[in-house]
């Protein structure tokens, strides 16, 4: 539970200007998506017991899993990192006026020591910051939507319906990569059902229920003012009365500290599966420092300007993470139960995997982004088309991918001999 999560539902209302029912639609249809695909990539997890980044490895290749499991890193170890330390830095600078910066130096520094000592801690620190994090945000929550007005008058931009459909679904999709990465822990006979249910109706609900009381707020009088300032975790704080806009901004900090343990984590455990070998306590000790020193300076960038930042960022994440799940969902429909030798042979290939990817990334860019940084061809003609990138990636990355495997007659072997 955390502030970045309240603010997709705020940038569907406060800057895509959607009304609040439409925009609840939306953030609930891309919420329950990533919920679904979540649950689905959980239930390996205890079976073969690796990261998620490991089990990549089936539809890629040993060698040809660098390309998704190197953006993951990247997107947790520094994206995620960044985004995170920022609204944990808002908050920090509104509850005690000292300067931003300082405020973001602090919140790193405790997510890279937290994250450095591993799994336990990050169990540890995770059980008790849950409950805190949920009572305050549920009190926040039910005072944000007492103020909402849902009949509020709005100016919708453009394909405004897809575009927060693509920002939802990017942000919950943000954590598919990690999917397996904790329920490996469980007992191998554990149930698969259970398994996906609870991770994928988590996933949902926490997405879902935060981003909605994000829309709510954004139907709020002068909530343009409030959020278009240089601190957005302020002008929401700045909606609720005093001792509870505190303890809010402490949840906030606090909900920051947690996403970004997880991130760091599981960053160090993509940079792993790419297939550097180094002792464990040497990886984390370079992922967390490394990847939290450039986070860092990210963030610092980020902290003006970040609502149009933080809205790019969730649309590129979308970008990539799609083509890969279209892979991963090809492979698991050709490839039933792969044998784990799989995942550990340097020599294995799947080059259909990685060209299927870039492939699908590449056209459905070029065709379709909608963001600051890049208008697509599609868009820059048709703006109600929104931004349609990553339905388009997932459906070119399978076409490419099982035609590639049609034409090869392979793609269904389950062991290195087969």
């Known amino acids: 539970m955390e502030f970045a999560t309240i603010f997709v539902g705020v940038l569907a209302v406060a800057g895509f200007g959607l009304g609040f029912w439409e925009a609840a639609l939306a953030l609930i249809l891309g919420s329950a998506i990533g919920g679904i695909t979540q649950g689905i990539l959980s239930m390996r997890g205890p079976k073969y017991g690796v990261p998620q980044m490991v089990l990549s490895r089936l539809g890629f290749g040993y060698w040809g899993n660098v390309l998704p499991a190197g ?76 103020k909402a007005h849902p009949g509020a008058s709005h100016s919708t931009i453009p394909g405004a319906f ?37 991770s994928g109706m988590g996933l949902f609900l926490s997405c879902a229920l935060l981003e909605v009381v994000g829309a709510a707020a954004g139907t709020v009088a002068s909530v343009d003012k409030a959020f278009d300032g240089n601190n957005p975790t302020g002008g929401f704080t700045g909606l609720l009365a005093t001792p509870l806009a ?66 790019n960022f969730l649309l590129v994440i979308a970008y990539w ?40 990334m590449g056209i459905s860019i070029w065709l379709f982004s909608n963001q600051t940084e890049y208008v697509g061809v599609v868009p820059k003609h048709i703006g109600s088309v929104g931004d349609l990138t990553f339905e388009a990636g997932f459906l070119i990355t399978a076409v490419v991918y099982l035609g590639w495997h049609a034409i090869a007659k392979t793609g269904r072997e389950n062991t290195l001999t087969a």
């Open 246 to 311: 505190d303890f809010t901004l402490i949840a906030i900090a606090l909900g920051a500290v947690s996403a970004n343990v997880l991130n760091i984590y599981s960053g160090a455990l993509s940079f792993t599966a790419i297939g550097i070998k180094l002792p464990l306590s040497a990886r984390r000790a370079i992922v967390a420092l490394g990847f939290g020193t450039i986070g860092f300076f990210l963030a610092w960038s980020g902290l003006h300007d970040a609502g149009t930042k933080y809205q």
């Open 321 to 360: 993470i799609a083509p890969w799940l279209a892979v991963y969902f090809c492979d698991l429909l050709l490839r039933r139960n792969p044998d784990e030798t799989l995942l550990f042979a340097t020599r294995r290939t799947n080059w259909a995997g990685p060209v299927a990817m870039l492939v699908g």
């Open 162 to 198: 897809l575009l927060t459909f693509g920002a939802s679904f990017g942000y919950a999709v943000g954590w598919n990569p990690y999917a397996s990465d904790y329920t490996r822990y469980f007992k191998p006979e554990t149930s698969k059902r259970a398994i996906a249910w609870w």
């Open 71 to 146: 953006l993951n890193a990247v997107t947790a170890g520094i994206g995620w990192f960044a985004v995170n330390s920022v609204s944990g830095a808002f908050a920090l600078n509104v509850l005690t006026h000292i300067h931003p910066v300082l405020c973001l130096l602090i919140v790193v520094v405790v997510q890279v020591v937290v994250a450095f000592f591993g799994y336990n801690l990050v169990a540890y620190f995770e059980r008790y910051a849950f409950p805190v994090l949920t009572v305050i945000f549920l009190i926040a929550s039910g005072v944000i939507l007492s």
